[in-house]
T-cell receptor, first 113, second 114 residues
Framework: KAGVTQTPRYLIKTRGQQVTLSCSPISGHRSVSWYQQTPGQGLQFLFEYFSETQRNKGNFPGRFSGRQFSNSRSEMNVSTLELGDSALYLC????????????FGQGTRLTVV | QQQVKQSPQSLIVQKGGISIINCAYENTAFDYFPWYQQFPGKGPALLIAIRPDVSEKKEGRFTISFNKSAKQFSLHIMDSQPGDSATYFCAASFYSGGYQKVTFGTGTKLQVIP
């Protein structure tokens, strides 16, 4: 079974631009969560989607948004990029049969210059 | 109340020694406590997990000790090896509103020196 796939792996953007990150969950997983990881800050929860609906959201500004498609693939968008948005963005999927367990992708390393 | 406090932030252990990472929580509704291991350039991966009905779980060199009354749990890595050098995250989750809610600790960077 293929794991969680995130694209692209690396991204360099200029301040003020916007970016879209993609996540394909494990087949059969309907829940997708997004996290921001920065040195010293651990895993900061962004939001979670289940069956195309956002059912949980972290404390991030409205510049961070996401969506989920009918095939459970998810995208995350960050508008008006700031230097502080530079981070590793991780996507995790989970299934109802393995409650509480998250399967992470390798992440997208975003650098804002 | 949703927080999980993890310590230490970083840890250096000699090869063959015991690595111990601690986590504490407040919310008694948490009912699943996993530990994740993350190597540089990779996403976190589940290492070992425990439910509050047992006080200890061991898988190879990795052991979770769970103290329900103190609301604390810890990861012990016996005979630590350089290959164990990674960042470790504890987490806690509970079922609410029809789904599991997960909270992660802030991570511990472990370095095992030869």
């Amino acid at each position: 079974k293929a794991g969680v796939t995130q694209t692209p792996r690396y991204l360099i953007k200029t301040r003020g631009q916007q970016v879209t990150l993609s996540c394909s969950p494990i087949s059969g997983h309907r829940s997708v969560s997004w996290y921001q990881q920065t040195p010293g800050q651990g895993l900061q929860f962004l939001f979670e989607y289940f069956s195309e609906t956002q059912r949980n959201k972290g404390n991030f500004p409205g510049r961070f948004s996401g969506r989920q498609f009918s095939n459970s693939r998810s995208e995350m968008n960050v508008s008006t990029l700031e230097l502080g948005d530079s981070a590793l963005y991780l996507c995790a999927s989970s299934s109802m049969s393995e409650v509480g367990r998250a399967f992470f992708g390798q992440g997208t390393r975003l650098t804002v210059v | 109340q949703q927080q999980v406090k993890q310590s230490p932030q970083s840890l250096i252990v000699q090869k063959g020694g015991i690595s111990i990472i601690n986590c504490a929580y407040e919310n008694t509704a948490f009912d699943y406590f996993p530990w994740y291991q993350q190597f540089p350039g990779k996403g976190p991966a589940l290492l070992i997990a425990i439910r509050p009905d047992v006080s200890e779980k061991k898988e190879g060199r990795f052991t979770i000790s769970f103290n329900k009354s103190a609301k604390q749990f810890s990861l012990h890595i016996m005979d630590s090896q350089p290959g164990d050098s990674a960042t470790y995250f504890c987490a806690a989750s509970f079922y609410s509103g029809g789904y599991q809610k997960v909270t992660f600790g802030t991570g511990t960077k472990l370095q095992v020196i030869p």
